[in-house]
């Protein structure tokens, strides 16, 4: 079989643009591996978030969210559907609504080279994503899976393209609180691993709602260095308002988060250390919301985990109102 030996040459090559410069920190030629960029309009929209920090921290407190990022791991689960909550967790659970998956599987044809996921991965990407957010008590359910064999859609979804645009038109579900996973190949953009639009997008265009993602970075896929699901989590982090580390720069106020250091660019691999700004901190390279590879990324912090519980409220309708 020429084809899967070819995708491999492929996928070699385009790792070795996402990450041109791994060890040394001091990353030049910066490929863009993930596309969500936050415009004018979303650095007014957070600005808005954080004046109103204030009136929104009450309705938190009312939540009784706690100490977020030290809650205690739980036991591993089999199954994100069936993810049990901590003691905390469990109050939380009565006031907010669970955030239901549908994960939208285009493929070119039906084996692994071509797109096609089990769905014994797709649970385990979404187990991940379960994981990291349960710090901030959020919940999934991964309700449905589609296997959509469209090769044109496969090669060509990218950011703002028809094929994206008819793909999502066509298999959109949900309400905002609703995550739309696409997995596709990426091949007309090579070197981007993923993209997402953020919470206050939905409002003008809820059907463009949702994260897509290269399918060869889900655990266990052979995306180099980013094949363990740390992408899909990255880009859910958009999804809940997240920007990225290195949003800004060095000036303030970056990515408003501010138990964030700042960061001049993103980082690649995974270095020893790294500094690029002289504010305190140095940077956060082993934060989900940077670039570094997979296995570099830990954590998103306290910050984060407020800022998007605060954001989902505000605009994904994440409280249950009775
Ligand atoms: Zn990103």
């Given at each position: 079989m020429l084809l899967p030996f070819i995708l491999t040459a492929f996928l070699g090559a385009t790792a070795a643009l996402a990450a041109p410069q791994a060890d040394d920190g001091n990353t030049t030629n910066l490929q863009p591996i993930c596309a969500?960029?936050?415009?004018?309009?979303?650095i007014a929209v957070i600005e808005?978030?954080?004046?109103?920090?204030?009136?929104?921290?009450?309705?938190?407190?009312?939540?009784?969210?706690?100490?977020?990022?030290?809650e205690e791991e739980d036991e591993d689960v089999d199954d994100a559907a069936h993810y049990n909550p901590n003691h905390m967790?469990?109050?939380?659970?009565?006031?907010?609504?669970?955030?239901?998956?549908?994960?939208?599987?285009?493929?070119?044809?039906?084996?692994?080279?071509?797109?096609?996921?089990?769905k014994k991965v797709i649970l385990k990407q979404v187990k991940?994503?379960?994981?990291?957010?349960?710090?901030?008590?959020?919940?999934?359910?991964l309700k449905g899976v589609n296997h959509i064999y469209n090769?044109?859609?496969?090669?060509?979804?990218?950011?703002?393209?028809?094929?994206?645009?008819?793909?999502?038109?066509?298999?959109?579900?949900?309400?905002?609180l609703t995550l739309n996973i696409y997995s596709v190949g990426l091949v007309s953009t090579p070197g981007l691993l993923g993209y997402s639009t953020f919470p206050w997008n939905f409002a003008d265009d809820p059907h463009n709602d949702g994260i897509v993602i290269h399918y060869a970075t889900v655990p266990g896929g052979d995306y180099p260095h980013y094949d363990e699901g740390a992408v899909a989590v990255h880009e859910v982090g958009?999804?809940?308002?997240?920007?990225?580390t290195f949003q800004g720069g060095c000036?303030?106020?970056?990515?408003?988060v501010s138990d964030t250091p700042a960061?001049?660019?993103?980082?690649?691999?995974?270095p020893k250390y790294r500094n690029t700004c002289a504010s305190t901190g140095s940077d956060p390279i082993h934060n989900f919301m940077d670039y570094t590879y997979d296995k570099c990324k830990t954590h998103l912090t306290k910050g984060q985990l407020w800022r998007l519980v605060k954001i989902l409220k505000i605009f994904r309708k994440l409280i249950r109102h009775h």
């Open positions: 969500t960029n936050a415009n004018p309009h979303d808005q978030v954080v004046e109103n920090d204030k009136t929104t921290m009450k309705d938190l407190e009312d939540l009784e969210l706690g100490d977020l990022s030290d967790c469990k109050k939380i659970y009565k006031k907010i609504r669970t955030i239901k998956i549908h994960w939208h599987n285009v493929a070119a044809n039906n084996t692994r080279e071509g797109g096609y996921l089990k991940y994503i379960q994981k990291i957010y349960k710090k901030a008590c959020l919940r999934f359910y090769a044109d859609w496969f090669n060509n979804v990218a950011p703002g393209s028809p094929q994206e645009k008819a793909l999502k038109t066509q298999y959109r579900h949900g309400d905002e958009h999804w809940v308002g997240l920007l990225h000036s303030q106020p970056g990515d408003f960061e001049s660019t993103p980082a690649f691999g995974c």
